[in-house]
Nanobody, 125 residues
Framework: QLEFVESGGGLVQPGGSLRLSCRTS????????VAWFRQAPGKAREAVSC????????NYADSVKGRFTMSRENSENTAYLQMNTLTPEDTGIYYC??????????????????WGQGTQVTVSS
C-alpha cells in the first residue's frame, strides 16, 4: 500500500519550529521519491515538498521556500520535514506520499489513493 506513519505535529506559536517525520509502513524507503502534502481546514490538499530517491534533490511550494527543509534517512526508512518560521497559514494535517516522478519544480503521480493518518500542525498564539 506504500503508506507512512506520520508524527511530530503539535501546537506551536507563530515564528516557531517543528520537525515532522514519516516512517514507512512495511516497505523500504530508498527506491522511492517521497512528498509531503498538507490539508488545511476547508481547503484542498496541497503539495509542500518532495525529495528524489536517486539524488536527494528537493523541491518546495513557493509558500514554504526558505522556511521548510525536507530530508530523508533511508537507513531509518524515514523522511523528515523541518519547518521554521511557522505562520498560521501553515496549519493543517500533514501527510507523506510516495510519488512516481520527480522534477525540480514538483512531483507527480500517485501509485494509489491510500493516505496515512497524517499529523496535525496547528500554528496559533
Amino acid at each position: 500500500q506504500l503508506e507512512f506513519v506520520e508524527s511530530g505535529g503539535g501546537l506551536v506559536q507563530p515564528g516557531g519550529s517543528l520537525r515532522l517525520s514519516c516512517r514507512t509502513s512495511g516497505f523500504a524507503l530508498s527506491p522511492h521519491t517521497v512528498a509531503w502534502f498538507r490539508q488545511a481546514p476547508g481547503k484542498a490538499r496541497e503539495a509542500v515538498s518532495c525529495i528524489s530517491a536517486a539524488s536527494g534533490a528537493t523541491n518546495y511550494a513557493d509558500s514554504v521556500k526558505g522556511r521548510f527543509t525536507m530530508s530523508r534517512e533511508n537507513s531509518e526508512n524515514t523522511a523528515y520535514l523541518q519547518m521554521n518560521t511557522l505562520t498560521p497559514e501553515d496549519t493543517g494535517i500533514y501527510y507523506c506520499k510516495v510519488m512516481q516522478t520527480f522534477t525540480p519544480r514538483y512531483c507527480t503521480g500517485y501509485y494509489n489513493n491510500a493516505w496515512g493518518q497524517g499529523t496535525q500542525v496547528t500554528v496559533s498564539s
